[in-house]
Structure formats: structure tokens, C-alpha cells
């Protein structure tokens, strides 16, 4: 193997485990959300215990119903007396909105081709949303969040303080298929609150409109404030991974995309106007989006993960709407129902929304989104399988790179050309001085016309497209639930054998079964890493570089065991067309003869030293004389 392999192998291995060190909590972060579980876990026990208690006390002081005449008549007249009551302690509370504190709970359900979402009257809130193009691994409904699973609601502030719609019911008037308007009614004739819902004919988006009819004075219309949580569901075929990719991103208006919750709970106070807040799954997202923008003032979110085989985490927004004292009491936002596909994303036009699929930082994202997806979506059209379709991108890419495969190769013919004079040098100082050693070899390359960094350069060129296709393969949707060869899903691992246990210390790398993409993969690496090994005489002072050829294909054996069967089989097929590249221009345009002939003729034809080669002789020199 020669050095440049070498180093593109040790900076792909400090890429990947440094990655992974960066995402592994600590001892210390693992206990306190431990911690933190058995807080909430003691905190539900007790709200709990207290509405079950709350419940006896009601059904206790329910009025019960005599036979005497007399005492049914004391019992009516003490329920006139509650009734009134209550309906006194309603008004000071609510105000004008104490008749929209009674009612009856009723569902309402509207769509469209991608969409169905159903509403309950009592808070006007969503119960329900069902992407109707996708299933569950499982092949049940996809429901973008559990069934009514948290709180959701608008405060806002009135004469007698803050009313949530939570505490009101409302009245349900469908507008066609795709939209709703639910109506709160008051005490006065032509003033209500009024929110309306509606969906986009074709698209995921669902608009939210509140607005308070004839209440410009009684409501204050310069704070209003929204809160929703929701429990995610886990609808993939490996819960681990899946909840890796789950977290909560958010995008001020004046700064980056940025997220939180993807290793580890999380909470956090947004510090600036925010353009849009998702909830993240996997694959699917329920965002908040404002055009106006989500104010500072008290609002926050957080995330953290929920230990059941059914859902993945919890998460939780309270968003801030501040207006000018003399604006119109009212609320616009709109929610994104969808699937985490970069076109769709791009297309609805709203700033980094796209970013909610993690491509990669810097040089890889950028990879990804102007050669990987363009490519891909091409591809993609033809209605290929998509097996075929991977096959197809690694060898368009390979093509594209391969200038760069033939740069290296000839890189690597030089200096396996050169081994008698590189021989001779070792032979000379082999009881030296190093530095005159390291003299003599650069003396060498110059007058030889060889840049030993040139191999090493197309390497390093050719690690983002590596390490992109890292981020794309299991970011891609397109690939969910596809099937090719064994693999039943190329969105996640393929398995060829399964057991009930877990390895020790290896559950969450490894898992409990084998995957043949992931095992053929490591196979292709150690080949690919011999028949590279040979295009280099062996480098002195490096005998442990023939060790990390059998030490890398085996540690990735156990890192991408869990990860996209699409990632490993493009791995797979990288390093196969690999092979051929090597084998095809090694043999017919890389002529060592040749080389060695222009090399002895750079030897003959003295060169004039660069300014870095005179620079670097200057530097050792000096050294020396310092000795």
C-alpha cells in the first residue's frame, strides 16, 4: 500500500470515529437523562394519581337522585343553585367567552390527494394526521405523531387574562373537502372567535387562520402565543437508527439552520425571530412556519426520547406571535405534513427549508445537492429498480473521478519506478542522519520531476464524495421500503440471519443480525487494499500499515452493520469498479517503461529549485547547523 492510500484510509477512519466519538454520550450525560426519565416517569405517576383522584371527587359530588318528592325537589333546587354557580365563576374567569366553555366533542376530517386530517371541536386542534401516499414498515397508516398524543393550543390575552382554546369548544362548518371553520362563540351577538383551517389542493401544507371577530377591544392583539406536543412514531424498520435521525430544527431569519435533540434530550430558548420550527422523524416532518416570524419573547423548544418500541421522542414548541398595540387581533401560520424529501422541501420556497435533511456540512452537503441528487433524480426517472439505480450512480460517479483515479495511479507508477535510486539512499544513510537522508530523497524527486504529495491530492479530492454519499444513502426516502436482491428495505440494514440476543457491548453498533451487503462491502475493501498495497514497493519504518488493511474493512463491518443496505451496497460497488479502474488503466495507460524513461531524462536535465524546495533545504540546513 502505498502513502497516499494510506492516508486517505487514516483520514476516512479519523472521519468516521470521530464522528462517532462526537455523537456517544458520556457516563455522566447517560445517568442524568436516565435521571431525567425517572423525573418525567415520577412527574406522569403523579398527574396521574391526581386526575384519577380529581375524578372520584366529581363522581362523588355528583348530585343522586331521590325518591322522596321532597328531597327530589331540595335537589333540583340545589342544582340550580351550582348551576348558577358555576356559571358566575365561569363568567369571571372567561368573560365573554364563558358560553364557549360548554359543548359537545365532535370529530371533523378534511383532505386532499396527499393528506387527511382530522379535528376535534373541543380546542379546534388536530387529532389525526395521515399521510395517505405512505405506510408504516409494518404496512399499517403512517400518522405523522400519535393520535391526539399532546397539547395544542393558542393563548391569548383577553380582559380577564390568558385564555387558551384548549378550555373552549367550538363549532365545526366544513368548507369543501380540504377545509374547516370552527367557530367559539361569547356572550355578544356578532363577536367570536373564529379558526380556519385549510389544506393545499396538492400539496402537504396546512394553513391556520385565527382571527376574533368584532374583539379588537377585548382581546389584546399584540401577544399571542401557540403550543404544540406531540409523541413521534416510530414507523421504520430499525427504532435505534431511526431515533438517531429524530430531533427538532428551527431557522432564524437572520442565521443558519441549527437543531437540537438528535443524541440526547435537549431544550432551549430561541434567542432570535424564527422563521420556521420542524419536528423531525426520519423520514417524515410536522413544521411550523411564519412568514412574519416566531418572536424571542418566551418562546422555546424541546425534545427528548421516549422509551417505548412505538414511538421514538417527544417533542414541544411554544412560539410567541407579537404585534403592534394597533394591529388586527389575529394569527397566520401554516404547518408542513410531510415527507422529508429534498425536491419538496426545496420547492415550497422557504428559506434552508431543505436543510431539514442532514446532507452533510460544508464541501459535502454541497456535493450531494449539486452532484449526488442531480444525478440521482435523473436516474430516478426512468423507473428503474432501485438497485439498478445505484449501480448506475457509482458508475456515473466513478466515471467523473476517474481523471483523478488515473492521476493517482501514474503518482504511484513514479514513484514505484524510482525504488533503486530510493534503495540506494536508504542504503546510504541507513546509520545516517536522518535529515540528510530526507535531503537526498527530495534532491531526488526534484531532479526527477516527481511531487510525492501528487497522489495524495486526487485522494483527498475524491473523500467528500465518500463521505457524502454517508450522509445521502440514509437520508434518502426514495429508497424506503424499496426491495432488491435479499434486502427488504434499502433505507435500512439488510439481514441474512437473525438471533434473539444481543452481543454484548456491541448492541447498538452491531445489532443481532448479519448484513451481507455490509460483509461483502468489508470483503471488497481488504481486496481493493492488497491490489492497491502492490502498486507501491513497502515503505520502510511503516510495518503497521499492513495491519490496518485487515483492521479497517473489520471495523467497518461492525460501524455499518445497522446503517442503509443502499450505503453498503454502493461501498460494495464503489470498490468493485475500483478493482476494474486499477486493473484496466494500469494495464493498458499507465506505461512504468515509459515513466522510467522520462524520469532518467528529468535526472539528466538538471531543474532550477523552486522557491518551496529552497525554501525547505534553507530550513534544514539551518537545523543542522544548529546540531
Known amino acids: ?16 470515529f470521530g464522528y462517532t466519538l462526537w455523537t456517544m454520550p458520556s457516563d455522566e450525560e447517560k445517568a442524568a437523562y436516565q435521571r431525567q426519565l425517572d423525573s418525567l416517569a415520577n412527574v406522569e405517576a403523579e398527574r396521574y394519581a391526581r386526575l384519577e383522584e380529581e375524578k372520584l371527587k366529581a363522581d362523588s359530588a355528583k348530585p343522586v337522585v331521590a325518591v322522596a318528592q321532597a328531597d327530589t325537589s331540595v335537589s333540583a333546587a340545589d342544582q340550580a343553585l351550582a348551576d ?25 376530517t378534511i383532505g386532499n390527494e396527499r393528506l387527511q386530517v382530522s379535528f376535534s371541536t373541543q380546542g379546534a386542534r388536530p387529532t389525526v394526521m395521515v399521510l395517505k401516499e405512505y405506510k408504516t414498515y409494518a404496512q399499517t397508516p403512517l400518522l405523522l405523531a400519535d393520535t391526539d398524543s399532546g397539547r395544542y393550543e393558542f393563548t391569548f390575552r383577553a380582559d380577564q387574562g390568558d385564555i387558551s382554546t384548549k378550555d373552549l369548544f367550538f363549532t365545526a362548518e366544513k368548507v369543501g373537502e380540504d377545509a374547516v371553520r370552527f367557530t367559539a362563540p361569547t356572550s355578544s351577538a356578532g363577536k367570536a372567535l373564529r379558526i380556519t383551517y385549510k389544506l393545499d389542493s396538492a400539496s402537504y401544507f ?62 432551549e430558548k430561541l434567542v432570535g425571530r424564527t422563521n420556521w420550527v420542524a419536528f423531525k422523524q426520519d423520514f417524515f416532518t410536522v413544521a411550523m412556519v411564519s412568514d412574519e416570524g416566531f418572536s424571542s419573547n418566551g418562546s422555546r423548544i424541546a425534545v427528548r426520547p421516549i422509551e417505548a418500541p412505538t414511538h421514538t421522542k417527544h417533542y414541544a414548541a411554544t412560539l410567541t406571535f407579537e404585534k403592534g398595540k394597533d394591529a388586527e387581533p389575529s394569527v397566520s401560520m401554516r404547518y408542513y405534513l410531510g415527507p422529508n424529501h429534498f425536491g419538496t422541501l426545496r420547492r415550497t420556497e422557504i428559506a434552508d427549508f431543505q436543510k431539514i435533511m442532514d446532507l452533510g456540512w460544508g464541501i459535502f452537503g454541497w456535493m450531494n445537492q449539486w452532484l449526488v441528487i442531480p444525478i440521482f433524480n435523473f436516474l430516478d426517472g426512468w423507473g428503474w429498480n432501485y438497485g439498478i439505480i ?30 533503486p535510486e530510493m534503495d540506494a539512499i536508504n542504503e546510504k544513510h541507513k546509520d545516517g542522519d536522518a535529515l540528510k537522508k530526507q535531503q537526498a530523497t527530495m534532491d531526488l524527486y526534484r531532479k526527477a520531476g516527481v511531487n510525492p504529495a501528487s497522489g495524495c491530492v486526487p485522494m483527498l479530492i475524491q473523500l467528500p464524495v465518500l463521505y457524502a454519499m454517508f450522509r445521502f444513502f440514509p437520508a434518502s426516502i426514495e429508497l424506503r421500503q424499496e426491495r432488491f436482491l435479499w434486502a427488504d428495505d434499502l433505507s435500512s440494514y439488510d439481514s441474512i440471519f437473525e438471533w434473539s440476543q444481543y452481543i454484548p457491548l456491541l448492541s447498538d453498533s452491531y445489532g ?10 468489508s470483503a471488497s475493501t481488504i481486496v481493493y487494499s492488497l491490489i492497491n498495497q502492490k502498486q507501491m514497493p513497502t515503505q520502510q519504518g511503516m510495518p503497521s500499515m499492513k495491519l490496518l488493511i485487515w483492521l479497517f474493512p473489520i471495523m467497518m463491518l461492525f460501524f455499518l452493520n445497522n446503517f442503509s443496505a443502499g450505503l453498503s451496497y454502493y461501498y460494495l460497488l464503489a470498490n468493485v469498479i475500483s478493482i476494474l479502474q486499477m486493473t484496466v488503466l494500469k494495464s493498458w495507460f499507465v506505461d512504468e517503461q515509459k515513466i522510467r524513461a522520462q524520469l532518467e531524462l528529468n535526472m539528466r536535465t538538471p531543474k532550477k529549485k523552486s522557491r518551496w524546495q529552497q525554501r525547505l533545504e534553507d530550513m534544514q540546513k539551518q537545523q543542522q547547523r544548529r546540531k
Request: glycine share 4%; hydrophobic share 45%; aromatic share 10%.
Open 1 to 16: 500500500m502505498d502513502r497516499n492510500s494510506i492516508i486517505g484510509i487514516v483520514l476516512i477512519v479519523v472521519i468516521l
Open 84 to 108: 348558577s354557580l358555576r356559571a358566575a365563576s365561569l363568567s369571571k374567569r372567561f368573560g365573554l367567552f364563558a358560553p364557549a366553555t360548554e359543548g359537545k366533542v365532535e370529530e371533523v
Open 206 to 267: 396546512l394553513h391556520a387562520d385565527m382571527e376574533f371577530v368584532g374583539l379588537k377591544e377585548e382581546v389584546d392583539p399584540a401577544y399571542f402565543q401557540f403550543t404544540w406536543d406531540i409523541a413521534g412514531r416510530s414507523n421504520e424498520k430499525h427504532k435505534p437508527s431511526e431515533s438517531q435521525k429524530c430531533g427538532i430544527y428551527y431557522k432564524y431569519f437572520a442565521d443558519d439552520r441549527s437543531y437540537i435533540g438528535e443524541t440526547e434530550a435537549e431544550e
Open 390 to 419: 445505484i449501480l448506475v450512480l457509482t458508475v456515473v460517479i466513478k466515471l467523473l473521478l476517474m481523471p483523478l483515479t488515473y492521476k493517482n495511479l501514474v503518482a504511484s507508477a513514479k514513484m514505484r519506478v524510482l525504488k
Open 512 to 521: 443481532n443480525h448479519i448484513s451481507l451487503f455490509t460483509l461483502l462491502m
